[in-house]
Nanobody, 115 residues
Framework: QVQLVESGGGLVQAGGSLRLSCAASRNIVIFNAMGWYRQAPGKHREMVAIFNEDDSTNYAESVKGRFAIYRDSAKNTMYLQMNNLKSEDTAVYLC?????????WGQGTQVTVSS
């Protein structure tokens, strides 16, 4: 069993920054893939940024150049640095990981960007 716990969300003005954290209950080296997704009210869940199995990264077009995904294996934590936030970034941000083919999700953290 794996638990993922997000933190770092909040209310920020447009143009501001936030850093989200996803703490895993297991060593993150066992994850086949990890990433961040988001879901805004009335919209489908969408990929924001992910680590692929080969450690390459992918970003949604809407966040390229503004967001950065990275992780610290020593802390079993993955991060999402979000800069130059826009009102359209408002959503619940969820951490996701795959271990031995099984998907795990965190409970989510709310990010609200005021214009």
């Amino acid at each position: 069993q794996v638990q993922l716990v997000e933190s770092g969300g909040g209310l920020v003005q447009a143009g501001g920054s936030l850093r989200l954290s996803c703490a895993a209950s297991r060593n993150i080296v066992i994850f086949n893939a990890m990433g961040w997704y988001r879901q805004a009210p009335g919209k489908h869940r969408e990929m924001v940024a992910i680590f692929n199995e080969d450690d390459s990264t992918n970003y949604a077009e809407s966040v390229k150049g503004r967001f950065a995904i990275y992780r610290d294996s020593a802390k079993n934590t993955m991060y999402l640095q979000m800069n130059n936030l826009k009102s359209e970034d408002t959503a619940v941000y969820l951490c996701h990981g795959i271990v031995f083919g099984y998907p795990y999700w965190g409970q989510g953290t709310q990010v609200t960007v005021s214009s």
